[in-house]
């Protein structure tokens, strides 16, 4: 089973920046797209940022510019920079990966937790 551990949300000033993280563990064989997305109250999830196996990246409108999706293919990890902070961007962000346990198994998605990103004065 895939465990994806996120950490680094928190409460910050407009204008102020955060940096997530998302740690997979587990028996995996190979892990494709990861993908950030987040939930504001009332509000669908939406995706924020996606990043393929290869480093190719792709950003929300609203994010772009300001947020920056990477990954370390060896340490199975993700982060999102987040920088200039808006009050919209308050949200629990997920972590989202597509992940092959075996060579010959099918891919499938994994979600984390869940951390809470609150921009207020």
């Known amino acids: 089973q895939v465990q994806l551990v996120e950490s680094g949300g928190g409460l910050v000033q407009p204008g102020g920046s955060l940096r997530l993280s998302c740690a997979a563990s587990?028996?995996?064989?190979?892990?494709?797209?990861i993908g950030w997305y987040r939930q504001a109250p009332g509000k669908q999830r939406e995706s924020v940022a996606v990043?393929?196996?290869?480093?190719?990246?792709d950003y929300a409108d609203s994010v772009k510019g300001r947020f920056t999706i990477s990954r370390d293919n060896a340490k199975n990890t993700v982060y999102l920079q987040m920088n200039s902070l808006k009050p919209e961007d308050t949200a629990v962000y997920y972590c989202?990966?597509?992940?092959?346990?075996?060579?010959?198994?099918?891919?499938?998605?994994?979600w984390g937790q869940g951390t809470q990103v609150t921009v207020s004065s």
């Open positions: 587990g028996r995996i064989f190979s892990i494709n797209d």
């Open positions: 990043i393929t196996r290869g480093g190719s990246t």
């Open positions: 989202n990966c597509n992940a092959r346990l075996r060579r010959f198994d099918k891919a499938n998605d994994y």
